[in-house]
Structures are given as structure tokens and as C-alpha cells.
């Protein structure tokens, strides 16, 4: 079945960087378009970004402004989120979620990665 | 940009129906889909599409999207429904969530 795999998570200072990994087993990776999304604790899921099959287009949320870049390697499977800038406020969990063929939902989700941000 | 709104909370008694709407403006012109999430866990595929059920969900889920609001509908509440549940669209380059009600079974 098809499984999605965050890791990279933990706990970093301000203005430090992270890179996020997810990787991805049981599908035809570059048929899917890859998303991530956060939830900070207590909180409702928060879109970041999107990245078609091939990694040709990418959408960001505007509320990022720039800090953060998506990423994916199809030869192993994997899908990526570097973050930089780091402030408190990105303290959250990270799902990585796949779209079959870019329709604009999500039937397949990570279990999630925490990122804290604190000095 | 694009907002979606849900109300925070919606209680319902065992065995009853439960309603959660999602509001938008021309939300109709857009296909919804819908989430639910468990205490701790990741979120789970309800319904696309406005109504179409995934493979492996409960009959008891159903939905409508017409004119400014779209509803998620679940028939027979039971306690294991309790749960978080968001609405998605996407609107011009972007994912957009609700931002989430907490279904409460009494």
C-alpha cells in the first residue's frame, strides 16, 4: 500500500534551518503531485506548498515569504521541504500528502514530523 | 485570498445526524473535499469531490457543495466519529483548509 515517511524533524533555534525528508513507497512516485502542511499545537492544518510529478511547477503559500523551499528526487522517491529563517511560530508538525494525478486533494498522508523552534 | 469557514464546534447525540457546513464565497463553482482527524493522528480522506466517498469510508459520510456552502453529512453519529474535521479547496495556485470543527458526540 502506498506509505508516506516524514523524518528530519526536531528541535532547532531561531533562525536556523532544517530540511525535511518524506519518502515514499508503493506508488508510482512521479505520477503523484506532493504537498506539505503543518499544524502548530492546537491548531488547524496550514498548507505550505505543492509540487507537481515532475517538480516543474511549484506552488508556495504566500505566507512563507520565501523561507521555505520544496523539493522532490523521483529516482528515490523522496520529497523534500528545506527551511531556513526559522522562527518560533514554525513550531508545528509536518505532513508530507500526496494528490494521484493533481487533483487538488489528498488521499495519502505521512504520520508527521515535529519541528520545534525555541531558543 | 481565498477563505474557507467552519463553525468551531458542532455537538450531536449518539445515533443522530451531525451537519458540519463549510462557507466560501461561489463555494459551489469549486470541488470540496474533506478530512477528518483523530486526537494524535494524521488526517484521513472523508470525501472529494463534493461527494465521493474513498475507498474504505463509512456510508454514514455524505456531501453537498451548493452556492456559498458545502456540507458534510454524517447519518447514525457514533463515538468513534468523534473527531476534527476540515474542508479543502483549491483556489488559484493555492490549497485552501477550513479551519476545522471539533464534532463532539454526547
Known amino acids: 500500500q502506498v506509505q508516506l515517511v516524514e523524518s528530519g524533524g526536531g528541535l532547532v533555534k531561531p533562525g536556523e534551518s532544517l530540511r525535511l525528508s518524506c519518502a515514499a513507497s508503493g506508488l508510482t512516485f512521479n505520477d503523484y503531485y506532493m504537498t506539505w502542511i503543518r499544524q502548530a499545537p492546537g491548531k488547524g492544518l496550514e498548507w505550505l506548498s505543492y509540487i507537481s510529478g515532475s517538480g516543474s511547477t511549484i506552488y508556495y503559500a504566500d505566507s512563507l515569504e520565501g523561507r521555505f523551499t520544496i523539493s522532490r528526487d523521483n529516482a528515490k522517491n523522496s520529497l523534500y521541504l528545506h527551511m531556513s529563517n526559522l522562527r518560533v511560530d514554525d513550531t508545528a508538525i509536518y505532513y508530507c500528502?500526496?494528490?494521484?494525478?493533481?487533483?487538488?486533494?489528498?488521499?495519502?498522508w505521512g504520520q508527521g514530523t515535529l519541528v520545534s523552534v525555541s531558543s | 485570498s481565498y477563505a474557507l469557514t467552519q463553525p468551531p464546534s458542532v455537538p450531536v447525540s449518539p445515533g443522530q445526524t451531525a451537519s458540519i457546513t463549510c462557507s466560501g464565497e461561489n463555494l459551489g463553482n469549486k470541488d470540496v473535499c474533506w478530512y477528518q482527524q483523530k486526537s494524535g493522528q494524521s488526517p484521513v480522506l472523508v470525501i472529494f469531490q463534493d461527494n465521493v466517498r474513498p475507498s474504505g469510508v463509512s456510508e454514514r459520510f455524505s456531501g453537498s457543495n451548493s452556492g456559498n456552502t458545502a456540507t458534510l453529512t454524517i447519518s447514525g453519529t457514533q463515538a468513534l466519529d468523534e473527531a476534527d474535521y476540515y474542508c479543502q479547496v483549491w483556489d488559484t495556485s493555492a490549497v485552501v483548509f477550513g479551519g476545522g470543527t471539533k464534532l463532539t458526540v454526547l
Open positions: 500528502a500526496a494528490d494521484y494525478g493533481a487533483s487538488y486533494f489528498f488521499d495519502t
